[in-house]
């Protein structure tokens, strides 16, 4: 067993977990009429709901516990204050100070000079761009660009720019993303672009990212080969990434290199110079904001009791849930479509994040951590899985997101029908149906035939919704720029909170090198004409396979 399992905290948690696993939600509002005051909370213009878990008063002070035995707060100045939190690659994870106003110091160097210089060189060249001061090659303005990147180098950016579409202004670029090694989805995107018009910005903060580097070689043939020569290139190519060697190396010239830093972590970088698609396509003044909104979640989670602490709340509701409920599988559902890529962008936040298996101390935990995050827009994906979270055997917890306000007030009643379901939803998920039927009527495609006895006796265990489903719910006045970037905050810090309780290093992510590596071997042994003898069965079979069929 480990400490966390042994601990104080943990077993207390555990034993009520067995009380209060014979909870209904319904009940538990029934008992208390102050159930929604008491478990929500607002910070600026988002409220978090989450009294339809099967929580009271009791279970919070519980997990609070469990935040104080871990010391949470310490972890939390530590991780402000620049100390090395990612010991496993001996870093500071200092995302936090990329929307900082004050000094912040790593190894005894204050790094604000730095980003408000990268800040400043995003502000001149977006301002200039979108002026049309800079130009392509022929003389005329830039129209679009096309970012470059994998992984955080493209999902944060490319939520961001997809969620906040409205604030795009007649100056805008048309953005592109291109993350996938898809020769197909490239051809489609580049046919449609103009080289003269059309700028390229390579994000890696390694800069050695094979997808990303073939995908920008691709890029470069296609405009040497479309009009552009090897002297346009410069105005063209934009690099952001942590290795300027590399970037140099690859033809970046050096006044369009826009720097980051090793402290920095991919998925946690859309603050940095990798949001400069964001910035080109809103503008530079939202891009301020977004950063602003991400400070104010900042300043919450820094001095805010911890029990009114939205990421506290929000990420040992998910501990209650994925340790004690055992719920291994958590659906993001955002009811505003401008937030498609949501799920998407949290998929790598918090599963490369918790994703883990050792402990700071390098001992394999037995306990979970990282639950699988997953889901879709909310509206579509009613009429697609929501049928395995009503009646299906799964534990699953589901965060849903909405804005109370609509950007286009000629769609106040898609707004209002979307608001409807998803109060519905949450409601739905909750209480459940018991199946009773004996006054309700089937509707067959032509008619509506009373049902008989016999059948309705039939089909009424298949009606039964059990309900007692819990679900959290992340209500908003409107999708701004700092709304987006509060929420985007909440979210990196419910991560960290739960790294903390479960004293896992949230910023590395050694798991994903291994198929990097093999990859690289496979590559060479693909190239070569010769049966492949030197793995194991299947991926000698497999490899062999397309050897004959390529
Ligand atoms: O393979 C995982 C990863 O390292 C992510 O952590 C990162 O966001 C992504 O690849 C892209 O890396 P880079 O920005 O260095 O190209």
């Not at 010769?530 to 194991?536: F, L, M, R």
Request: a neutral charge.
């Amino acid at each position: 067993m480990s400490i966390l399992t042994l601990s104080p905290a943990w077993r207390a948690l555990e034993a009520h977990h067995e009380i209060m696993r014979q909870q209904s939600l319904c009940n538990l509002f029934a008992q208390d009429t102050q159930r929604f005051n008491k478990f929500s909370l607002q910070f600026n213009n988002i409220l978090l709901d989450y009294s339809k878990h099967p929580i009271n008063t009791q279970t919070v002070d519980l997990l609070l516990s469990l935040a104080r035995q871990q010391d949470l707060s310490n972890a939390i100045t530590r991780m402000f204050q620049g100390d090395k939190v990612n010991d496993t690659e001996d870093r500071a994870a200092l995302h936090s100070a990329l929307r900082q106003e004050n000094s912040v110091t790593v190894d005894g160097f204050n790094v604000m000079p730095n980003i408000k210089k990268v800040l400043a060189k995003m502000d001149q060249f977006v301002t200039a761009v979108q002026q049309g001061k800079l130009r392509g090659y022929s003389g005329q303005p830039f129209t679009d660009v096309v970012n470059i990147g994998i992984g955080g180098s493209n999902l944060g950016p490319a939520m961001v720019t997809e969620a906040l579409k409205s604030y795009r202004s007649h100056h805008s670029l048309a953005t592109h993303f291109i993350s996938d090694i898809d020769s197909t989805h490239l051809s489609e995107i580049l046919q449609k672009l103009n080289p003269e018009t059309t700028l390229f910005i390579i994000a890696s903060k390694t800069f050695t990212t094979q997808e990303t580097m073939i995908n920008a070689r691709a890029v470069q043939d296609w405009f040497l080969t479309h009009g552009g020569t090897t002297k346009d290139t410069k105005n063209h190519f934009i690099a952001v990434s942590s290795n300027p060697v590399e970037a140099e190396k690859f033809g970046i010239h050096s006044d369009n290199l826009f720097e980051f830093w090793d402290w920095v972590g991919g998925r946690y970088s859309l603050w940095s110079a990798i949001g400069l698609p964001i910035a080109l396509a809103i503008g530079m003044s939202n891009f301020y904001l977004l950063l602003a909104g991400a400070r104010a979640m900042d300043q919450h989670f820094t001095t805010t009791p911890l029990a009114e602490n939205l990421p506290v709340m929000l990420g040992l509701i998910g501990i209650w849930q994925i340790n004690f409920f055992g719920a291994q599988s958590h659906a993001i559902l955002p009811y505003d479509p401008a937030l498609r890529n949501l799920p998407a962008y949290l998929q790598q936040l918090e599963m490369e994040s918790n994703g883990k298996r050792t402990d700071r101390n390098g001992n394999e935990v037995d306990y979970m951590t990282g639950a699988v995050i997953w889901g879709g827009q909310g509206i579509s994906s009613q009429h697609s899985f929501y049928q395995l979270l009503h009646q299906g055997t799964q534990t699953i917890s589901a965060d849903f997101l909405m804005s109370c306000k609509s950007h286009h007030p000629a769609n106040k009643n898609h707004k209002l029908l979307s608001l409807a379901h998803y109060f519905a939803q949450t409601e739905a998920m909750m209480r459940g149906d018991n199946g009773d039927q004996k006054n309700t009527q089937l509707t067959t495609k032509s008619s509506i035939k009373q049902v008989t006895e016999s059948s309705l006796k039939a089909t009424s265990p298949h009606k039964i919704i059990p309900g007692n489903r819990p679900t959290t719910s992340i209500l908003f006045k409107q999708l701004d720029p700092k709304t987006l970037g509060a929420l985007i905050a909440l979210y990196e810090h419910k991560v960290f909170v739960q790294s903390v309780i479960w004293n896992i290093n949230p910023f590395d992510q050694w798991g994903v090198e291994l198929g990097k590596k093999l990859a690289g071997i496979i590559l060479t042994e693909l190239e070569e004409s010769a049966p492949v003898t030197s793995h194991d069965a299947s991926t000698n079979g497999l490899m062999n396979y397309f050897k004959l069929n390529q």
